[in-house]
């Protein structure tokens, strides 16, 4: 099991940037990628951004292509997700989540193992 805590979320107004961070504990190595999944209140939880630990590859959302970048320190286990130019429409609840398998993969059930979440809100 991969243990999974994010940090950076927050208050942001329209047009700032946020920083979101998942360092990944325990069998980090068993892992082949890190996601990123948002969900807002009442919506089904939507695939963000996903980064291949070992080839960099990585992966967007259409809503957030070109706004945000997904990066990793594979010396910290660390993922980082850097969200730029945010919205209103981007407020939600920030999850990461492990998966063992290749390629781009945007369906949660892809993924074994999440981390709590981290909030992020941005007002108008």
């Known amino acids: 099991q991969v243990q999974l805590v994010e940090s950076g979320g927050g208050l942001v107004q329209a047009g700032g940037s946020l920083r979101l961070s998942c360092a990944a504990s325990?069998?980090?190595?068993?892992?082949?990628?890190l996601g990123w999944f948002r969900q807002a209140p009442g919506k089904e939880r939507e695939f963000v951004s996903s980064?291949?630990?070992?080839?960099?590859?990585?992966y967007y959302g259409d809503s957030v292509r070109g706004r945000f970048t997904v990066s990793r320190d594979n010396a910290k286990n660390t993922v980082y997700l850097q969200m730029n130019s945010l919205k209103p429409e981007d407020t939600a609840k920030y999850y990461c989540?492990?998966?063992?398998?290749?390629?781009?993969?945007?369906?949660?059930?892809?993924?074994?193992?999440w981390g709590q979440g981290t909030q992020v809100t941005v007002s108008s």
């Open positions: 989540a492990s998966k063992v398998v290749a390629g781009f993969r945007p369906n949660p059930r892809d993924y074994v193992d």
């Open positions: 325990g069998r980090a190595g068993r892992s082949y990628a």
């Open positions: 980064i291949s630990w070992s080839s960099g590859a990585a």
